[in-house]
Nanobody, 125 residues
Framework: QVQLVESGGGLVQAGVSLRLSCAAS????????MGWFRQAPGKEREFVAA????????KYADSIKGRFTISRDNAKDTVYLQMNSLKPEDTAVYYC??????????????????WGQGTQVTVSS
């Protein structure tokens, strides 16, 4: 089992950047694909981005494509989400997740096996 802890959220103005981190502990997370999801109040949890265990493949939601970048550092057991040009509609709790099925990158929350507790991102206009 792997434990995930997100950090880096906060209250920012529209147009600025934030970088979220997700640190893994317990069983090594290197065999896992990793994903970022977000959930706004009153809405379902939605896919943001995913990255393969090697870091060689990525997948993004259309709503953030070109603004967000997912990356990972397996030596540090950490996955990142660089968020640029933030918009008020990006306001949500952001979660990282681990997927132990090493096939294609998944974009549904039920396909992921382990979750962090989330970090709040609030973007003011």
């Amino acid at each position: 089992q792997v434990q995930l802890v997100e950090s880096g959220g906060g209250l920012v103005q529209a147009g600025v950047s934030l970088r979220l981190s997700c640190a893994a502990s317990g069983r090594t997370f290197r065999p896992y694909h990793m994903g970022w999801f977000r959930q706004a109040p009153g809405k379902e949890r939605e896919f943001v981005a995913a990255i393969s265990w090697s870091g060689g493949s990525t997948k993004y939601a259309d709503s953030i494509k070109g603004r967000f970048t997912i990356s990972r550092d397996n030596a540090k057991d950490t996955v990142y989400l660089q968020m640029n040009s933030l918009k008020p509609e990006d306001t949500a709790v952001y979660y990282c997740a681990a997927d132990n099925e090493l096939g294609s990158l998944h974009d549904h929350h039920y396909e992921y096996d382990y979750w962090g507790q989330g970090t709040q991102v609030t973007v003011s206009s």
